[in-house]
């Protein structure tokens, strides 16, 4: 089975990023292994469009490796997305231990619809935090490196719901 609209793939991949000055070493970020792929359904993932472009029609065991942009990948950092937040938002009644709430931690958060988010504690401004909401890759250059090691149908239940629930 090929990767195409509404399958179920699964990735093994290294991935390293870039800043865009010129020579920029990359560095790696994450990588997932045959103990712990990527999972997700081909069409519906939110994931940057190039991404899943450059997967489209490979098979299990087919090796890829390619580099999205920053304008292919999560783009530019968007100011509006740099909010001040009361710290009474997170008490220890809502689950936020007080030592989650250092400059350079990530929250995890759930946004209005009950889907999981993060953002990133920018600075302490005392009686607020001031958060990134932004998407923590943005304004990098995206290299992976991997193999696809599943494909199959996503089920009915799968495409409702845009995302694998069973791994």
């Known amino acids: 089975m090929i990767i195409n609209e509404n399958t179920v793939v699964g990735l093994t991949y290294e991935l390293k990023v870039t800043n865009e000055e010129e020579g920029s070493t ?27 472009e450059m997967l489209k029609k490979k098979s299990p065991g087919d090796p890829f490796r390619f580099t999205l942009k920053v304008e292919e990948a999560y783009g530019y950092s968007d100011d509006e997305l ?12 809502r689950g936020f231990k007080p030592d989650m709430l250092q400059e350079g931690n ?17 600075k302490d401004l005392g009686e607020e935090l001031l958060l ?36």
Not at 42 to 50: A, D, I, Y
Not at 82 to 93: L, N
């Open 26 to 52: 990359p560095f790696s970020v994450e990588e997932r292994d045959k103990e712990d792929p990527f999972y997700f359904v081909f069409g519906s993932s939110g994931l940057p469009e190039k991404f899943e």
């Open 82 to 93: 740099i909010v001040s937040v009361p710290k009474s938002q997170f008490s220890e009644e």
């Open 106 to 122: 990530f929250l995890p958060l759930i946004d209005e619809d009950g889907y999981p988010m993060q953002a990133k504690i920018v």
């Open 132 to 167: 990134d909401f932004n998407h923590p890759l943005v304004g990098m250059n995206l290299h992976f490196d991997g193999e696809v090691e599943l494909v199959r149908e996503a089920t009915e239940e799968e495409l409702a719901k845009g995302f694998i629930g069973n791994y």
